[in-house]
């Protein structure tokens, strides 16, 4: 009977040892994930600032005699960033919105100045 309890003794401690092992494995790569990698945070960070916005297509509204009310007009919003000009073609973005390039030059100073204020 004594060899057979030192078979379970040894057993005991092999499978002990085996679960310690895997546990050490994953608090190693969790500490590895949450604490060194910077992989994820910046997958998070992608994931939580990415901004959409979609606009409800709307159709016509008649009134009962068939008179036309309400349409869809398109509208646009252009927003130019005065650091990001830099090698633009500004007599070409000019002509595109109708502006001269004094018009342009003046709006692109108005937006460095609130851009630059405190």
Do not use: W
Request: one cysteine or more.
């Amino acid at each position: 009977m004594s060899i057979a309890n030192s078979h379970l003794g040894d057993r005991k401690y092999f499978i002990g040892g085996f679960f310690i092992l895997i546990v050490l494995i994953y608090i190693v790569r969790l500490f590895y994930i949450q604490l060194i990698d910077d992989q994820y945070k910046i997958g998070a960070d992608n994931n939580a600032l990415r901004k959409q916005t979609e606009y409800a297509v709307r159709g016509y509204i008649y009134d009962r005699k068939g008179k036309l009310l309400v349409y869809n007009e398109p509208s646009y919003d252009l927003m130019i960033v005065p650091r990001e000009t830099k090698g633009c073609d500004t007599m070409g973005l000019c002509a595109i919105l109708e502006i001269t390039k004094q018009e342009y030059l003046k709006r692109i100073k108005k937006a460095c100045q609130h851009f630059n204020s405190p």
